[in-house]
């Protein structure tokens, strides 16, 4: 698992390979990742958008980014956290992902951003 804090807001990401919706033989491998974001802070939160940039091991980079995640924009009081799953393909059997979230502090009407930590995708035989 990999875990960053940023103003108070604690990200933990845990991903998983996919295999049953994977293709290698296409160059196809899909992951999935579980994100909790736990709110450490004093004030509450929305998460009002999100940037991924996702990396292939050939070198291939892309940018995915809009409002909230998996369709929700979800407020989060002090002490309090959301999970979520959601997943990613690649062209390549290892790769990673990182980004940021945009939230809102709602007390003061105050946007800031939230760092996603770098967490890597990779095959589990790529292990051995």
């Not at 919706?21 to 899909?30: G, I, L, T, V």
């Amino acid at each position: 698992m990999v875990t960053a804090i940023t103003q108070g807001i604690k990200i933990s990401v845990e991903t998983m390979y996919q295999d049953e919706y994977s293709n290698p033989a296409n160059e196809h491998f899909m992951f999935a990742y579980r994100i909790t974001i736990e709110n450490l802070s004093d004030y509450s939160i929305q998460l009002m958008r999100r940037q991924w940039f996702i990396f292939d091991s050939n070198g291939t980079e892309r940018e995915v980014e809009g409002e909230g995640v998996v369709g929700l924009q979800p407020i989060m009081e002090p002490g309090g956290s959301h999970t979520y799953v959601s997943g990613c393909h690649l062209s390549t059997d290892m790769g990673a992902m990182s980004g940021n979230y945009l939230m809102h502090r709602m007390i003061d009407n105050t946007d800031f951003t939230v760092d996603i930590p770098e967490f890597n995708l990779i095959v589990p035989y790529r292990l051995n």
